[in-house]
Nanobody
Framework: QVYLVESGGGLVPAGGSLRISCRAT????????MGWFRQAPGKEREFVGAVSWNADTTFYADSVKGRFTISRVNRENTMSLQMNNLKPEDTAVYYC??????????????????????WGPGTQVTVSS
């Protein structure tokens, strides 16, 4: 079992910035590729971005490219999502997750919910207009 906890969500004005983080704990000695997803009211959970286990590869949804940046702590299952120029349509619960196929981290797999095995409880990000 792997446990994940997100932190840093809150209320932000449009055009503002916010940084949220995620830490995964559980099995020692294993580094996971990790991803961010978000879910707005009445919508399905959608892909935001992901980072490989060694941080040499990142993927982003088209809707956040150029505005959001994923980073991770070296040699730890911890990552952050820096969100800039936030828009009201970014309002959602943001979830982090660990990727189940460590050696097959690519698109479109990295953007699929069913490729991730453990999930955090989510953190709310609200962007006011």
């Amino acid at each position: 079992q792997v446990y994940l906890v997100e932190s840093g969500g809150g209320l932000v004005p449009a055009g503002g910035s916010l940084r949220i983080s995620c830490r995964a704990t559980g099995r020692a000695g294993t580094l996971y590729a990790m991803g961010w997803f978000r879910q707005a009211p009445g919508k399905e959970r959608e892909f935001v971005g992901a980072v490989s286990w060694n941080a040499d590869t990142t993927f982003y949804a088209d809707s956040v490219k150029g505005r959001f940046t994923i980073s991770r702590v070296n040699r730890e299952n911890t990552m952050s999502l820096q969100m800039n120029n936030l828009k009201p349509e970014d309002t959602a619960v943001y979830y982090c997750a660990t990727y189940g196929a460590t050696y097959y981290f690519d698109l479109p797999g990295a953007g699929r919910r069913d490729m991730y095995d453990y999930w955090g409880p989510g953190t709310q990000v609200t962007v006011s207009s």
